[in-house]
Each structure stands twice: as structure tokens, then as C-alpha cells.
């Protein structure tokens, strides 16, 4: 089932960067690029709306 996805993401300095809607899709939500800092990261997949649920795919690469 699809639903509408967020991403959370955390930095190492405590810094959240929001991910919703890729290119206007609201099942997709895309980080592309080089993080801000090296260290560990927080990433929490979650629904735009509470209660919404589904199957997602979480894709990390190491540049």
C-alpha cells in the first residue's frame, strides 16, 4: 500500500534536515548529495500523515 513519505534526517551536530515530496510525488522522498558533516546520522522514515503506513525501500550509499 502507498502512502505519503518523510524522511527525518539527523545530523551529528543535532541539525534535522526534512525530506518530503521528489518532484512533486508524495510516495517518494529523495536526500541526493553529500551529507553536512561526517559522523553518525539519525535517519527515521515516517508518513506525512500520522497513522499512514506501508511498505518502503531505504537506500544508503557511502560515497
Known sequence: EEFDTYL????PTGE??????YEGNTTLSLNEG???VSG???I???SFSPGETGSY???VTRG
Open 57 to 59: 525501500l531505504l537506500e
Open 34 to 36: 553529500t551529507l553536512p
Open 8 to 11: 527525518i534526517i539527523r545530523t
Open 44 to 46: 527515521r522514515v515516517t
Open 16 to 21: 534535522q534536515i526534512d525530506v518530503d515530496d
Open 40 to 42: 553518525w546520522y539519525e
